[in-house]
């Protein structure tokens, strides 16, 4: 299948290796593109809490993170958690799953005596932890450290491409990136171009955001993993 992969990079030319390896045909662009922010966190943080890749990445940008290495990381899935142990932390906790899991993971394996557990955050995100987890007693900081900026227009071989209907399927890993896909596809006047193609979602709260027309063409993934995505593709030949 030709597919489009939307997720930001470097993540986006990692998926695309596994679609070619598939015997797919993919074609990227991001939909949002990380920009990471310089922030002095004194001290030693009791935990740190990360919700993407990005949050790990994050951590390189932050003066003191060098001297974090062995403070105990949960990481939200396996992507993260081992993005985490390339980094050098070394006590690296996955809670294979979505923000309810990795809340239920720290209160499950981490006393709140801990001290402040550290969160590098995305400027918009889903607000769970943060409700969550000073619920149960945790001291969490939330340091907002990077931010997702969205792409203004779509780039001309994927307009071209969306235009000639060689697009036989959209991945999509987040609400946010759904919404703004949405909107381009629309600014450019495409949307009878899509009448035909698929999207493939991480989650129903991505599905629901695409706002998809056609129903029958909505496949979400069983968990919110790239594993489960790529399993509804399966190796269909381009």
């Known amino acids: ?4 992969v939307t997720r930001p990079q470097p993540d986006a030319n990692r998926t695309a290796t596994r679609l070619r390896a598939l015997g797919h045909a993919p074609l990227v662009q991001p939909m949002l593109s990380p920009e990471y922010l310089h922030l ?11 919700t993407s890749r990005n949050g790990v990445r994050a951590l390189a940008f932050l003066p003191n993170a060098a001297r974090w290495t062995r403070v105990p990381l949960f990481a939200v899935g396996a992507a993260t958690a081992a993005a985490a142990r390339q980094a050098g932390f070394a006590d690296v906790r996955s809670a294979d799953g979505d923000s309810m899991a990795l809340a239920d993971l720290i209160s499950a394996t981490l006393d709140p005596a801990v001290g402040d557990v550290l969160y590098p955050a995305a400027e918009n995100r889903r607000p769970d932890l943060e409700r969550i987890l000073p619920e149960r007693g945790f001291a969490l900081r939330v340091a907002v450290a ?12 994927v307009r071209t491409a969306l235009a000639g209907r060689e697009i036989d399927g959209i991945l999509l890993y987040s609400a946010r990136t759904a919404v703004i896909f949405a909107g381009l596809v629309a600014a450019a006047g495409l949307n009878d171009a899509l009448a035909e193609a698929g999207i493939y979602a991480i989650s129903r709260a991505t599905a629901d955001a695409a706002a998809w027309p056609d129903p029958s063409r909505l496949r979400i993934a069983a968990e919110p993993t790239e594993e489960a995505i790529l399993a509804l593709l399966g190796g269909s030949q381009a």
């Open 1 to 4: 299948m030709r597919l489009l």
């Open 40 to 50: 002095d966190i004194p001290g030693v943080p009791g935990a740190i809490v990360v």
């Open 146 to 157: 990077y931010r997702m900026c969205p792409a203004e227009a779509l780039a001309t071989p």
